[in-house]
Each structure stands twice: as structure tokens, then as C-alpha cells.
């Protein structure tokens, strides 16, 4: 047999070391992560390798035994298990049962409406870091015994007490697939222990992982604390790493992709489909006994348990009804955190089935799939998230069940995931279907505790029971804010003092069409809605305020520039003409940022004008490659920075070394520069590192940047106008009584501007252009790629001498370029435009803009761009006349 870590271990050098069943119990891949390039895959937990169900469960089922074994009948009943999203809610699960009387918890990252937040924390090493827990019970983790068990108020020694009575005796257990540093755990362990503390707590692991050198901190973390800390394995070794591995894993990891990016468009073979005609998907109605759980989110008690054994013979004499009599091999494929429910069914199905039965889950982790016997993880189905994630829409994975000779799959998911999604042509259901002859549905009712149903819209509360369960048929809000009744639990590092503050989790993006006009997979804001707030301030107030030094930018917005009607004819026209222009601009780029800097970046426009060739961008890649690319827009200020909490979230739902940064064009480079600067002092404050500070551009005629379009100096039609070619969204806005310390930056979202947005009109006009640019763009791409691209910062230097012979003396007040010039002609005073003689289309709305705001052009030889706007120098309201046009210096 070739042990399926070998690939992985042969190629960066990974060795591992432990007893004689680990190498059966774990396999190694790689995944893109900046924090451990290398997987440990698990044969027996059930997420990434089909496994037989009864394998998966008997693994947890005995681990609670052993733990039952070491607390004795009196500490089992007064213990209380916790399971770690996503991979461990059903490995926790099957340890609560072992235990036989021990209600389950597991942390989430699903938020849901109306149930309040009884703490959180972060999963340092994790695709996806951010937990939530979110018991019904509120006591259910602060070690009341009477609470915990209410049928049982004895204490640990087995003597009779009032009720709550032994609190600190209530054994907290901890599941996780892994125990490796201990990070995670650990750091739960304090942050519950300093609410709510007791005397002792068991750690539980499929394997332990540590080091030599992390196997004394358990000791001395239980001496911290004062409370007795067990460990209970079924396994134990260490992964020994060599120098560099992380850097080495992920040059690796790139260039599989790429070799694999090449194969398939040359036509390689991918895992063969299973013989026979693919059907349409058979749903299953379960009969999911009602009030019980469908999995340990909200909590699981004994009585759930005893109740769901009843039903699981039923349920599963359902499913295999509506399986084919030729079906031999049968998966039942779980989802995400849903882990518990499907292995159960699936255990219930080997009891009735003559076929052979596995069982695997979807997952939100990617993985790198390599076809290869000595590699865990053969082959991967990607369809995107389909219940609404609070984090936004993302790929999603199901792994080893391509071309592993299904005849069945039955795919098992709750009723928040039962959406169009799911049922979507690319969504997972279809994605299954080349590979086996029959996919069944069956769809588990989520849970909502009691006391949340009354946020939710529907029929009065009196109707509903106390136990209740959502039908599969209901509309469960699974993204709405959660009110927190308590701070979050956070991690907190082993070189932290004894307590410290808290810091509170970031909020997730903001998406249309609640906040922008454009579609919600195009660009998630990291951003804070300020719509309702008065910010905007005449034009020449502004300009007074800013340049007495009285008032940032940022710190208010200018009144929403509200375009004649042949101003509006004056951007058709202009976008008609330029579209094909765009367009190719758009594809050279983004096949420059393909190609260098790796096959699925994340996109990070800088809002407002990097948003709208973010979006082009995000739709060049999936029109020429079928690629959907994550992309967020993010603040920057300048004199003031990036936003700091932005780049943290981005840390941690991201690698930083995937992130690039994207705006529409450069001007004179300010913000290139100022980008850098706070992309370097992030890092020494944070100590997050990995963000690459260089800026990718549809246009760079300053010469500032290395990744760009073109660097001619020509008319972005979405410079033209503000908020209504920018998704309605204003300019961003940075004022300290409206952005705390842990708030994203703000803008708004001019709602009643609707009726003049043509943001979805210039998307689409540049994007129906992408197909006839297409081998310009192939030519532009190869020429760019081996061409110098190194800045030469000429546009600088052009601003530098303009400042001084127009007697500026200071180059914030020079706006070269199309795009800089428009906006100056739109938002402050402008006090003359250079345009370059001889100029024609594209400065055609730049002549009327200056015409209608009385503002002289004037051409000049030996400019290196189109034109160059010149913000009033030393401005004050008396500097214009009455009807507020600018007049001539004298």
C-alpha cells in the first residue's frame, strides 16, 4: 500500500513520526495558507476521505468512552463537550454519545438572527478563522450542573445538592480533529475559564500533533490557570518540517496549479464520470423527527438523543427506497459544519444495505487535488456556497468523489442550505451528477432556538412550539447581525499578561443590493453604511476648509455632482467609443495579474474608482477562464492611510500574498506611494506580513506601477461621473466621532440616485466587448510580460516642475491625467486645466465640464498627459465670484 503522505513527503522534505497506526490514520496535502502550507487528511473523520460511516462514528463513540473511563460515572454526568467548526461538529458529536449523558455544543461560523452571541474566538492556522458560540441555554457553558443536566443535580462525588449546586465540577471537554501547538484550544480554555472558571477540563483529539517542545506547555498551562487540563488521543506523533517549508509548500502549491491550469486547457483527461445517464436530483423527505436538532449549533441534549436513535431506523429506510437496486457503492456526502445527522444516517444505512456505504463531507477549505496515489486528496468538485454565508459568496469543495465509482451519492443538507444555490447549474447537486448514476437530496430542518423565532418574519410566536424546528420549507435568515449580550472570547497569545482586552470581530462586507447597486458576488465592502448621515458640504466650503488646513478630505463628502443631460449624452458617447478600448486594457491586466501572480487571486479595489475595474476584472477572468475571483473594495485616505481593519479581515478570510490591489489609473502616484507606506506600517503593528503593496492599474500614464493596462493617458468613461457609474456608493469617509478604532471606514450609498445609475450599463458595455479583444489582449499579455515594466515615475516629475512654474508650490493641488482632472472639475475648485495641444475625443467632456464651471483651458506643448487639472492655490470663497465660477488669476 502507498501511504497517502508520500507524495507531500517526498517533494518538501515532510516526515511523519509516531505510532504504528498513524500513517494509517493520516495522509498529507497542501492547501494555500499563510499561515501552514501542509494538511494533515484524516482517513477516519469523515470531512475530506469517504470513509465507511460506521468507522467515523465508532472513532468519536470510543474517544467519549475513554473519557467516560477517565472522569468515572459520576464526572461523565456532570461533563459538557465542545466541538470545533468545521471539520471536528461531528468527531465532538460522537464523543458526547460516548460519554452517554453529556449535552454538545459546537462552535459555528453561521451567524443566526436573534440568537445571542455566548462567545467567540479566532483559529489561528484556519482557511476560515472566525467562531461562534451560540448555545439556546445560556448556562450550558458556565459549569451549572442543574442547568447543564436539569434531570441530575448531583455533584461529583455523587452527593446530593440544590440545584446549580458543584458548578466548578463540570467537566468542560474540548474535540478537535487535531491537537497540534494547541493554539486553539488553549486559548478557549483561558478565555472560558476567566468568565467562567472550574476545576478541570479534558482535551480530545483523533491525534496528537505537538512538538517536543509544545508537550510541557500543557503542564504549565493548567498551573496558570489553576484547573487539571487531560489530554485523550487516539493517536500520537509529530510532523517534523524543515526549513523554509512554508515558503517551499506554497511555490509548489502554485506551480501544481498552474501545470494543472495548463492541462486542462490543453485537454488532459479529468476523472472519468460514472457509466449511465446522470438523472435529475430525487429529493427525500426524511421525516426529521420534530424539535430535535439537526445538529450540536444551538446545543444537543440527552433527550435529542434518545429521540433521534428512535427515528434514525426510518429515516434511513427512506433513503434507501429511493435508491436504485444496482447501486453498489453509496456515499452520503455531509455539509460544511452539518457532519453529526448525515454519519448518523449513514451508520443506519449500513445496517440495511447490502451495497457498500461511505461517507465524506463538503467543505469550505481549499485543497490542492493531485491525482496521485501517494497524495491524500486525488480529486476535488468546486460549486459555490449555497446557504448564504455570512462572509459572502466563495467556493466551496467536495474532495475524493470525482471519478471514485459512486453509483449513488445522497447529499444531506439543512434547510438554511436548501436554497436556489444548491439546485443551480453549477451549484452542487449538479456538479455531482457526471459522476454518479443517481444523486438523492435529503434536507434536514435547521434548528432555530425558541427564543430567536420572534426576530424572524412569520406567524405569531404563540403557535410555535418551545422545541421548535424550522421545516425544511421555511426562509431561515442566516447573514442578519447578531446582538451580542457579551464580549467576544478572542485568543490570547502565551506571551499576553493575565487578561487583557478583548477586541471585538469584524464585520462582514457589505454587498448589494443592500449597499451599492452592483450584484452581490461582484464586490463585497469593507466598508461601514453611514447613508443615513449628513455629510455633505457645499463645494467651495470644502475647498476653504482643506487647504486652511481646518478639514481633511475625508472627513465630508462634496455634493453629488448631478450631470446634465448632454453631460449624460457626452458619457454614452464616450463609452461607446472607448469600450473596445477598455475592454483590452482590462484583459492585459488581468492576464498580467493571472500570470504572475497565481491563478486565483483575490481582488481588492481601492474604493471608489478601483471598484468598477475590480468588478471588470473579476468578470474577464471568469469569461476567459471560468474562474470566479473573490473581490472586496477597501478604503485608502491620503495623509491618512489604508484601513487597517480592512487588511486585518482580509488576513484573516485570506492569504495576504494573494491579495492585489486594483485602481482605475495613476495619477502622479500619490496613493501608489501612500499605499506602500501603510502596507509597511501595518505590518510592524499588526505583525501581519504578506501584502504585496504594488497596485494594479486599467491605465498608468504617470509610469508608477509594474502591473497596468496600457499607459496611455485616455478616457475612462466611469471618470466621467461619481456614485453613478461607482454602484451609487459615495467616496469614502474617515472621521474619528463616525470610524472608532474597530469600525471599517465609511461611505454611503445614494439609494435615490437610482433612477440616473448607469454603473450595471458600463459594466456591461466594456464586458459585451471582451470577446473581440480577445487576441489583442493574448498579444498585449505576451508583450507585457517580458517587456520593463519598472515605474519610471515620469508623471511625477511632470507635477513637480508644473507646481513650480504655475507657482503652486505644492503637488497635491496637481491633478494630472484624464481621470484626476475630471474629478477635479467635479468635487473641488478648479483653477485652470492644461490640456496637451492637439488633444481630441477624449477631452470633450473635460471641455464642457470647465466651460460650464467658467474654468480657462489651456493647451501646452511637452505634456505627458492628456491634460492636467490645477486646483486653486490658497483658496478662499472670495476667490470666486458670485456665481461661484473661478476667475482668472490676475
Not at 499563510?34 to 462514528?57: D, E, F
Amino acid at each position: 500500500m502507498v501511504w497517502s503522505g508520500s507524495w507531500v513527503a517526498e517533494r518538501l522534505g515532510v516526515e511523519l513520526v509516531g505510532d504504528a497506526e498513524l500513517r494509517e490514520l493520516l495522509g498529507l496535502a497542501l492547501r494555500r495558507n499563510p499561515k501552514r502550507a501542509h494538511l494533515l487528511v484524516s482517513h477516519v473523520l469523515g470531512k475530506h476521505v469517504p470513509q465507511y460511516p460506521s468507522v467515523v462514528y465508532g472513532a468519536g463513540f470510543q474517544l467519549g468512552r475513554r473519557v467516560r473511563d477517565l472522569l468515572g460515572e459520576a464526572g461523565a454526568r456532570h461533563a459538557v463537550v465542545l466541538g470545533y467548526a468545521e471539520t471536528a461538529t461531528g468527531l465532538g458529536h460522537a464523543v458526547a454519545d460516548g460519554l452517554g449523558t453529556a449535552p454538545y455544543l459546537h462552535s459555528t461560523r453561521r451567524p443566526v438572527a436573534g440568537v445571542a452571541r455566548a462567545g467567540g474566538f479566532e483559529e489561528s492556522h484556519s482557511h476560515a478563522t472566525s467562531h461562534l458560540l451560540l448555545p439556546e441555554d445560556p448556562d450550558l457553558l458556565t459549569g451549572d450542573v442543574a442547568a447543564a443536566h436539569p434531570a441530575d443535580s448531583v455533584d461529583s462525588a455523587g452527593a446530593a445538592g440544590p440545584a446549580g449546586a458543584g458548578s466548578a465540577d463540570a467537566v468542560l471537554v474540548l474535540v478537535d480533529d487535531e491537537f497540534s501547538t494547541g493554539n486553539t484550544v488553549l486559548n478557549t480554555i483561558r478565555a472560558l475559564h476567566e468568565r467562567y472558571p472550574r476545576n478541570r477540563y479534558v482535551i480530545v483529539a483523533l491525534a496528537d500533533m505537538r512538538s517536543p517542545a509544545d508537550r510541557g506547555r500543557l503542564a504549565e498551562f493548567a498551573a496558570e490557570i489553576g484547573a487539571r487540563v487531560d489530554l485523550v488521543a487516539r493517536n500520537a506523533g509529530t510532523v517534523r518540517l524543515p526549513d523554509g517549508v512554508l515558503e517551499k509548500g506554497q511555490a509548489l502549491v502554485a506551480a501544481e496549479e498552474a501545470a494543472q491550469g495548463l492541462a486542462q486547457s490543453a485537454g488532459a483527461a479529468a476523472p472519468q464520470p460514472a457509466s449511465g445517464a446522470p438523472r435529475l436530483c430525487t429529493r427525500v423527505d426524511l421525516r426529521w423527527p420534530a424539535g430535535v436538532p439537526d445538529g450540536g449549533r444551538h446545543g444537543f441534549t440527552p433527550e435529542h438523543r434518545a429521540r433521534l436513535e428512535a427515528a434514525l431506523p426510518a429515516m434511513a429506510d427512506r433513503i434507501a427506497a429511493e435508491l436504485d437496486d444496482t447501486a453498489r457503492r453509496v456515499l452520503v456526502l455531509g455539509f460544511e459544519e452539518l457532519m453529526y445527522a448525515p454519519v448518523r444516517l449513514g451508520t443506519a444505512l449500513e445496517d440495511r444495505l447490502d451495497a457498500e456505504v461511505r461517507y465524506s463531507t463538503t467543505t469550505r477549505s481549499p485543497v490542492l487535488a493531485v491525482d496521485d496515489p501517494g497524495y491524500a486528496i486525488r480529486t476535488r468538485l468546486v460549486f459555490p456556497a449555497h446557504d448564504d454565508p455570512a462572509d459572502g459568496p466563495g467556493a466551496r469543495y467536495a474532495y475524493n468523489v470525482a471519478g471514485a465509482g459512486f453509483d449513488a451519492v445522497v447529499a444531506v443538507v439543512d434547510s438554511t442550505a436548501d436554497t436556489p444555490g444548491l439546485h443551480a447549474p453549477d451549484g452542487l447537486l449538479a456538479r455531482l451528477a457526471p459522476h454518479t448514476a443517481q444523486v438523492l437530496l435529503a434536507v434536514v430542518p435547521s434548528y432555530i432556538p425558541a427564543d430567536a423565532i420572534p426576530a424572524m418574519s412569520g406567524p405569531s410566536t404563540a403557535s410555535v412550539p418551545s422545541t421548535a424546528s424550522v421545516p425544511s420549507t421555511a426562509s431561515v435568515p442566516s447573514t442578519a447581525s447578531v446582538p451580542s449580550t457579551a464580549s467576544v472570547l478572542s485568543p490570547v497569545p502565551s506571551s499576553a499578561p493575565d487578561r487583557q482586552e478583548e477586541p471585538r470581530m469584524l464585520p462582514e462586507p457589505l454587498r448589494g443590493p443592500a449597499f451599492s447597486s452592483y450584484a452581490p458576488d461582484e464586490v463585497g465592502w469593507l466598508l461601514q453604511d453611514l447613508s443615513d448621515t449628513e455629510l455633505e458640504a457645499p463645494t467651495e466650503e470644502r475647498e476653504e476648509a482643506i487647504q486652511s488646513g481646518g478639514a481633511h478630505y475625508a472627513e465630508s463628502l462634496p455634493v453629488e455632482y448631478q450631470p446634465s443631460d448632454q453631460y449624460q449624452d457626452l458619457f454614452k458617447a464616450a463609452l461607446d467609443l472607448s469600450a473596445a478600448r477598455i475592454a483590452r486594457a482590462v484583459g492585459a491586466v488581468t492576464e498580467t495579474v493571472l500570470a504572475e501572480r497565481g491563478p486565483r487571486p483575490v481582488l481588492v479595489s481601492l474604493a471608489r474608482a478601483g471598484t468598477p475595474v475590480g468588478v471588470l476584472m473579476r468578470r474577464w477572468a471568469r469569461h476567459r477562464h471560468g474562474v470566479d475571483l473573490s473581490h472586496y473594495a477597501v478604503s485608502i485616505v491620503r495623509g491618512r492611510g489604508i484601513d487597517a481593519n480592512a487588511l486585518r479581515w482580509l488576513a484573516a478570510h485570506h492569504n495576504p500574498a494573494d491579495v492585489v490591489f486594483v485602481d482605475g489609473w495613476t495619477g502622479k502616484g500619490a496613493i501608489t506611494r501612500e499605499l506602500a507606506a501603510a502596507i509597511a506600517e501595518f505590518e510592524v503593528a499588526d505583525g501581519t506580513e504578506g501584502f504585496n503593496p504594488e497596485i494594479a492599474v486599467l491605465a498608468d500614464p504617470g509610469g508608477c506601477v509594474r502591473t497596468y493596462g496600457t499607459r496611455e493617458d485616455f478616457l475612462i468613461p466611469s471618470a466621467c461621473l461619481n456614485s453613478t457609474v461607482s454602484g451609487l456608493i459615495s467616496r469614502t469617509v474617515l472621521r474619528s466621532d463616525l470610524v472608532g478604532p474597530d469600525d471599517f471606514h465609511g461611505a454611503k450609498f445614494y439609494r435615490e440616485l437610482a433612477g440616473s445609475d448607469v454603473s450595471g450599463h458600463f459594466l456591461d458595455t466594456v464586458a459585451d466587448r471582451f470577446g473581440e479583444v480577445a487576441d489583442a489582449v493574448d498579444a498585449d499579455a505576451k508583450e507585457l510580460l517580458t517587456a520593463d515594466r519598472a515605474p519610471t515615475w515620469e508623471g511625477w516629475a511632470a507635477v513637480e516642475r508644473i507646481s513650480e512654474e504655475y507657482g503652486i508650490h505644492d503637488v497635491n493641488l496637481v491633478k494630472p491625467g484624464v481621470g484626476e482632472t475630471t474629478r477635479v472639475l467635479l468635487r473641488r475648485v478648479p483653477w485652470k486645466i492644461l490640456a496637451k495641444r492637439g488633444a481630441g475625443a477624449d477631452l470633450e467632456h473635460i471641455r464642457l465640464l470647465a466651460e460650464q464651471r467658467g474654468v480657462p483651458v489651456e493647451e501646452v506643448d511637452d505634456l505627458p498627459y492628456t491634460c492636467v487639472g490645477l486646483i486653486h492655490p490658497k483658496y478662499t470663497r472670495g476667490a470666486t465670484g458670485a456665481d461661484g465660477k473661478a476667475v482668472e488669476s490676475k
